[in-house]
Every structure is written in C-alpha cells, then in structure tokens.
C-alpha cells in the first residue's frame, strides 16, 4: 500500500469487506481455534479524552464483534495511579456510546489487582520471577543494548522462599518507591530487549483514582494488559503496532499464567492524520496550557470535541470504513475526513441561507415597507427528505461582501455595476450605484430588480451567470458564527525545527469569530444543536453550549471545499 491514503477516495466499503483481522477472525470461527466465540475489548486508559485514533479503534473492535456475533468488552487499563481520573472514565462511556457501541460487559484492569497478585506469587513459585533490589539507572544499564547482551542482577539468584517474603512486604507497603521491583525470570540475552527480564510490578504508595490507598504495588502495562485480557477470555487482543515487540512477552505471560487458549494479540496500523495530533499527553498540554478551552473545543481531534463542532458520529464511522485497517502505518490526508463529515451532512441537512460578511443592498424600485414570502426547497434533490420553507423578501437586503467586486475580472459572475445577477429563491437584481463612506470602503449597493424574474425564473430566457445567497434585512436575525479551521498549520506539527515542539505548529487562525452574520429568520425557533448547509458557504450547527433564542451562535463544522487545497496550488 502506498503512505497516503488519497482524499476523496471511494464511497465507504461494503460491510463485507475484510481486512486481515476479519480474515484471521473468520478463520478462528471456521477452525473453532479458541472453543468460544470472538471476544474483543477496547481498554483505554482513563488519562484523558478519547481521540480519533481510538475512534479507529472502537470502530474496530466493537465492529468485529457486531459482525462475526461475538462480544466486546469495553476495560479501563487503569493501573496507573498518578494520571487517571473518574472524569475520565465518565466521558469515555459517553463518547464510546455517541459512537454508536454499546460494550457487553465493563470491567476496569485495577479490579484485578488481587488476580494479578495472585499470579506474580505462582510465577515466583514456579522460580519464573524474582525481586531485585537494583535501582532504576542499575536496571536499565543491565539490561544492555540491541547489539550486546545484558547482564544478570545480582539479585537474580534469590530463593523462592526469599522472593515471595520480599514480594509479600512489597505489598504490605514496607519499602519505598522504587526499592525492588517484581521482574520476570527469563533471558538477559534475549533478541526481543522487551524479554530481557521484563519488570511486571513496581512499588508506588499513591492514592488511586478507585482503589484509593489500598495498593502501592502497580502492574506494569505488559503485565497487566495481557493478563487481563486473558482473565475476561479475549480471542483477539489488537493493538497497535508500536506493541509488536511486545506480543512475545504477552505469549509468555499467558502461558506461565496456565491459561489454556489464551488471547492471542494482533497489531494493526495506528491512525495519523494531517494537521492534527493524536496522543492524549499531547492534547492534555493544550488543554493545560490554555491553547483551546477543553476537551471538547470544537477545533480538537477528540471524539467531544468533535461532536460538539457538529460532526455526526456516522461520519467518523464512515471514516473509520474508508481507511480500513492496514498492517503498515500510514498517514491519512486531513481531506479525507472532511469528506466523510461533507458526504454524511450532504443529504442529511436542510440548506439555509446565512451572510457571514454583510453588504446592503437597496432595490431602489422595490416597494418600500413590501415583503413578499419566497418559498425556499430545504433539500437540493429532494431525496430522501423534502420540504420548503418560505423566507422573506424586502426592499433592502444584506448579501456577502465577497460576493461584490468594484473592479471585477472577467470571469466575476456575482455583484459588480452593470451585472445582473440572480437572487437564490428571488429575482434577477442588477447594481446600479455603489455608495461609499468617507473612508471610500462601499457600504451600500444600489439596485434595480426584475418583478418578471420572481423565484429565479428568467422571463424570456436571458441567461444569469451567477446566484448569490442574501437575507431581507427586516426580518433577519444577528447571529456568531464561529469558523473553526484546522488547529495545526502544518500536516505533521511534530516536524519542527530542533528546539521547539508540537505547540509551535499551532495554527493562530484556527477560530475566527464573526460577530455580526445575518441569517434568515426560519432558523430562529430550530432547537440548539439543529445543522444546516448554509449555501455557498459550509455546514453549520447551533452551538450547543452558547447559542440562545436570543443570541444564535453557530459553529462551523466543515467548509464546502477544501479551502486549504486552493491555498496549497496558489503557493
Ligand atoms: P495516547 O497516546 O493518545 O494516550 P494510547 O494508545 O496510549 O494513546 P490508550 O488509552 O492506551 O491510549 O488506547 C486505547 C486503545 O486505543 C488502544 O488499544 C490503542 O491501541 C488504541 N489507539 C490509541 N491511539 C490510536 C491511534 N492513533 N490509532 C489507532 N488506535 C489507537
Ligand atoms: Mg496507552
């Protein structure tokens, strides 16, 4: 497979479509290789909120289970006492479910700090781990390097006997941080560095986020995780690649542990996406920091933050489709997901008609104090849904002020003197005068319109080249708009200069607020949270935290093009 996966590529695949875990899923039914049914989990841990690359993820593993009639578990990995919060936990539960998942069961690894326990004594008694009472720098110098074997601790040797005592008044909380640690018995030569001996429990007298004060002894992550899944009977246990070195250790837990068909673990490609990070240590900074106003600002890559710009959860289901699982890491274009977000919206939303950036317009032969109600179709091709609405239409209007040129070239189909141009659900306009302030910025637009053109119709088929969207100035409502773009401005924003980080790639236009758009007065009685296609111009949702009746407050959530591909051709 090639490193970018195009934009704009297909429609989402079929539900029958199978990437190599499907396969190897299909196949552990059609041999009975684990004597039960698929069993898969999603275990994040609850140190932040969830990203899309764990939307990859759940995607996944609940996917599999919806498909091949198995279960997925949904388990905190929550065995480390200093980052983990209940908050956490809470918004994961939510975030998984908006998805659309629902877990068959819960569990949460710091549950099983007693099995786990119980398995760190019979592999001491079964001579295959040991205390050692090194420090960490003696550890990590010991265990040597890719090409040159490490070295035995001189605590290697103990007995049984011994290493149960020591492992005994670990957990009774007699020795400090860092005194001895519980490590695996098994090669300080070994290819794998990851089975040089590997720590399986380490002392911390922390207060932890559910089991409070009662441990200060914590599973490391190869220990706790594999044995985990094989506790609750886990078939497949996918991760991402960066875990590969890490499956020998999981085989070899499993198996001292004596559990008979274990889980077997299995990688697949973890997601990077252009323009955006995705680590939970990363996006705790910018929350810490200030850079956006939580977890769930609309311009972040968590699933919050996400649904609160708009974004629907089909959408980011329809992404997980398109990119599929792949066995080598590749970035995904940023494009690529703002296309699924479009094509989900397409033919889901009612079009409105909103002027971001508002111009007058005086129909100078229009009736004063007359307003004529339009109709207006809600949905461009009336498939699946239909409906009009009316809008008004007065004497004097707002419309884009890019859509006005002084000086237009010629290929200009929208305002400029002498162009006549079509009202969307009006009449054919034509600007006359153009008037100025003292500055010389114009602030008015003078025009004349067609009483034969009503609806757009031409009478005597003169053709139009352009339509413009506007709103009645009478009857319009003020209304913020907040254009969110991307938070990065650059596609890797960890590829910076020696010295700096990730934070300096942050994109400084990546909200504009405009606080004065005008939009047309049927959306004034939608509930908060209603989406629309403002036309010509992007999908928009109310703000679900701060639009009221009173004061509209809309969020973009994606442009209509890609306004960024333009950009690129022009530099
Ligand atoms: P982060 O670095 O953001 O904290 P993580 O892998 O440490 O990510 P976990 O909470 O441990 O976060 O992840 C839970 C699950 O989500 C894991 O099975 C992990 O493989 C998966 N996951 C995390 N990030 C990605 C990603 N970018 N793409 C695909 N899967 C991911
Ligand atoms: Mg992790």
């Known amino acids: 497979m090639t490193d970018i996966i195009p934009s704009e590529s297909s429609t989402p695949a079929p539900e029958s479509r199978r990437d190599f ?9 059609a041999t009975g290789r684990f004597g039960r049914a698929p069993a898969t989990r999603f275990p994040p841990e609850p140190n932040g909120f969830l990203h899309m690359g764990h939307a990859k993820s759940i995607c996944l593993n609940f996917g599999i289970a919806r498909e091949f009639g198995g279960t997925c578990n949904l388990r905190f990995d929550d065995t480390n006492p200093a980052t983990e919060d209940v908050k956490y936990v809470e918004a994961i539960q939510r975030d998984v479910q908006w998805l659309g998942f629902q877990w068959d069961a819960l569990y949460y690894a710091s549950d099983y700090f007693e099995q786990l326990y119980d398995i760190a004594e019979l592999l001491v008694q079964r001579g295959k781990a040991y205390v050692d009472s090194q420090n960490e720098e003696q550890i990590r110098e010991g265990r040597g390097t890719v090409t040159s074997a490490g070295t035995n601790s001189p605590y290697r040797a103990r007995t049984v006997d011994e290493n149960l005592d020591l492992l005994r008044r670990m957990r009774a909380g007699e020795f400090p941080d860092g005194s001895h640690v519980l490590r695996a018995k098994i090669d300080m030569a070994h290819v794998n560095m990851i089975m040089r001996d590997p720590l399986l429990i380490r002392i911390r007298h922390a207060h932890h986020y559910r089991r409070g004060n009662d441990w200060c002894i914590y599973p490391l992550y190869d220990f706790a995780h594999g044995l985990s899944d094989a506790i609750e009977g886990i078939t497949r246990s996918l991760c991402t690649l960066e875990f590969k070195d890490s499956r020998e250790i999981y085989d070899w837990l499993v198996a001292e542990a004596g559990f008979e068909n274990p889980p077997r673990q299995m990688e697949f490609a973890r997601l990077e996406l252009d323009y955006t990070i995705l680590s939970k240590r990363k996006l705790l900074r910018l929350v810490n920091e200030g850079h956006v106003s939580g977890w769930d600002d609309p311009r972040m890559p968590t699933i919050a933050g996400l649904r609160r710009r708009g974004v629907r959860a089909e959408a980011i289901r329809a992404f997980a489709e398109v990119i599929g699982v792949a066995r080598k890491d590749a970035r995904v274009e940023i494009a690529t997901f703002e296309h699924a977000v479009r094509d989900d919206l397409n033919m889901e939303v009612p079009r409105v008609l909103c002027v971001l950036n508002p111009l007058k317009v005086v129909i100078t032969n229009y009736p004063e104090g007359q307003v004529e109600w339009m109709e207006a179709q809600n949905y461009p091709h009336d498939v699946p849904k239909t409906g009009t609405r009316t809008v008004p239409f007065s004497r004097e209007l707002w419309i884009d002020r890019d859509d006005f040129m002084e000086d237009p070239p010629k290929k200009f189909y929208r305002m400029s003197v002498g162009r006549e141009v079509r009202l969307r659900f009006g009449y054919f306009i034509t600007c006359t005068e153009i008037v100025k302030n003292d500055a010389g910025e114009v602030i008015e637009l003078r025009c004349t319109y067609d009483p034969e053109t009503r609806s757009g119709q031409s009478p005597d088929g003169r053709k139009v080249q352009g ?20 938070l990065f401005a650059q596609p890797d924003p960890d590829d910076v200069p020696e010295g700096q980080d990730f934070l300096s790639a942050l994109n400084p236009h990546s909200l504009v607020v405009v606080s004065n758009a005008k939009v047309e007065p049927s959306v004034g009685s939608d509930p908060v949270g209603t989406r629309y296609q403002f036309e010509r111009t992007g999908y928009f949702m109310s703000e679900p935290e701060s639009s009221t009746p009173e004061r509209l407050v809309f969020n973009r959530i994606v442009g209509l093009r890609d306004s960024w591909a333009k950009e690129l051709k022009k530099g």
């Open 21 to 29: 875990i499907r396969e190897l899923v299909a196949d552990d039914i």
């Open 467 to 486: 339509t413009i969207h506007w709103v009645s100035a009478g009857q319009a409502l003020d209304c913020e708009v907040r254009l969110y773009d991307r």
